[in-house]
């Protein structure tokens, strides 16, 4: 992408994640409820994450998992439901991605992308980075609510699975262009409403 078309997708970004927040504040609602019933704990889960330039910010979710969930530090999700976790309502959060809901204000914020690689801990980056040096190169671009690399890779609950979301995401990277994140967001629409696992 050029310049201009990457001031045409930012002010996508803000005008989709915008309208998107406000038609569905019912269901952010009814996610927020639900969670804070459960267990009566925060509903909405910061945590850090490396976005664009190397820059750390806090990616927002509705919380999924118990509130001692990394008591022992950092812990890859078990993907699927399998991660016991998992709170009943966070499980259901998880399986039709309305966790991920509250990354429309990271959006709006310029944190976040619609599409773009996945942003990741440090902690995993270090770990990926000595397997494959040039996650450097996906700070280009800011990271995304969805990507080419969760499409084809799926959760990444191992460090394997990390380095080849990468190359993934390089790809992405090499051949980004308006048409492949119209592809890449319409795919991940039909997987969510076909409820296919991703």
């Known amino acids: 992408m050029n310049a201009f078309e990457r001031n045409i997708k930012r002010l996508l970004d803000c005008i989709l994640a ?24 925060p509903a909405i889960f910061k945590q850090e994450r490396i976005g664009r330039f ?3 910010f806090y990616i927002l979710k509705f919380r999924s998992m118990k509130l001692d969930a990394e008591k022992y530090g950092p812990e890859l999700f078990q993907g699927q439901g399998k991660d016991p976790r998992l709170t009943k309502v966070g499980k259901f959060l998880r399986m039709r991605h309305l966790d991920e809901l509250p990354q429309l204000w990271n959006v709006v914020r310029g944190d976040m992308s619609f599409v773009g690689p ?28 969805t990507s080419y690399a969760t499409l084809h890779n799926g959760y990444t609950d191992t460090i394997e699975k990390m380095v080849t979301r990468l190359r993934y995401d390089l790809f992405y990277l090499e051949h ?3 048409a492949f994140d119209f592809k890449i967001l319409l795919k991940t629409f039909v997987y969510i409403v076909s409820g296919k696992k991703f």
């Open 18 to 41: 915008s309208c998107a927040l406000v038609i569905l504040s019912p269901v952010f609602l009814c996610c927020y409820i639900a969670v804070k019933w459960e267990d009566h704990g």
């Open 54 to 56: 190397g820059k750390p």
């Open 118 to 145: 996945r942003p990741e801990r440090q902690f995993y980056i270090k770990q990926i980075e000595e397997k494959d040096s040039r996650y450097y190169m996906l700070y280009q671009i800011r990271p995304g609510l």
């Open 176 to 178: 980004r262009s308006w």
